[in-house]
């Protein structure tokens, strides 16, 4: 079952927190872990601050994805006075729990949701996802959150009729495989894709879906 770990490719409906550091766009500020270098920024002293991302769509898989979540790497820059709420969004919708507690100044935290039940849906998957923060302290006594990297991961099944999937990736990358795709070669072509892993025994499968739309291309 391959497994596709993936950043935002674009800000969603809701995009309310702002950008510190040296990234160009808020997109580009959460693509890496890079630690304070670039970052997107909560700030707030009594009003909910939500920031949504859009995903790159997944298509041809079975339907509801096996797992899926969503992390945020994040730290407290501010603490503020009173309260604090930090939640993760699935599908424009706060989810899980309010993870405040688990954010300290000192570094940063992993912070994941786990999708379950009914989130598992490819609707929900291909939705837009984010976070949210509130704080109490007025507008003098701010606190303040950081996030330096944002992914979704997920774990489907090609769904049946479209085995060729993994294919169509691996035609996106015809100019650097050429031609005579082996597969001692599939492990390197793997790591390559970056966002799509297989495990050892899918590799002659994906070598059969590559070669089967390779001769139906050319026929």
Not at 14 to 30: D, E, F, I, T
Not at 36 to 63: K, M, N, P
Not at 126 to 147: D, I, L, R, T
């Amino acid at each position: 079952m391959p497994v596709q770990v993936d950043t935002p490719i674009n800000t969603g409906t809701l995009s309310q927190w702002g950008l510190w550091g040296s990234a160009p766009s808020k997109v580009a500020a959460v693509a890496t872990n890079d630690g304070d270098t670039s970052i997107v920024y909560a700030s707030s002293g009594g009003r909910l601050v939500q920031d949504d991302y859009i995903f790159s769509e997944i298509l041809g898989v079975t339907d509801p994805v096996n797992s899926a979540s969503l992390t945020a790497i994040s730290r407290r820059y501010l603490k503020g006075v009173g309260g604090r709420s930090y939640w993760i969004r699935w599908n424009r919708t706060r989810v899980g729990t309010n993870r405040q507690a688990e954010v300290g100044e000192a570094s940063y935290v992993t912070i994941t949701y786990n999708a379950a039940g009914g989130t598992l849906a490819l609707a929900a998957v291909n939705g837009q996802h984010g976070m949210e923060f509130s704080a109490a302290g007025g507008p003098s006594q701010k606190a303040e959150y950081w996030v330096t990297h944002l992914y979704r991961t997920v774990d489907f099944t090609y769904s049946a009729g479209s085995a060729d999937a993994f294919a169509y990736n691996l035609g996106s990358l015809a100019a650097l495989i050429g031609g005579n795709l082996l597969l001692q070669h599939m492990p390197g072509i793997s790591g390559l894709l970056g966002r799509i892993r297989l495990r050892p025994d899918e590799y002659e499968p994906a070598l059969r879906a590559w070669n089967a739309q390779k001769h139906m291309v050319m026929a």
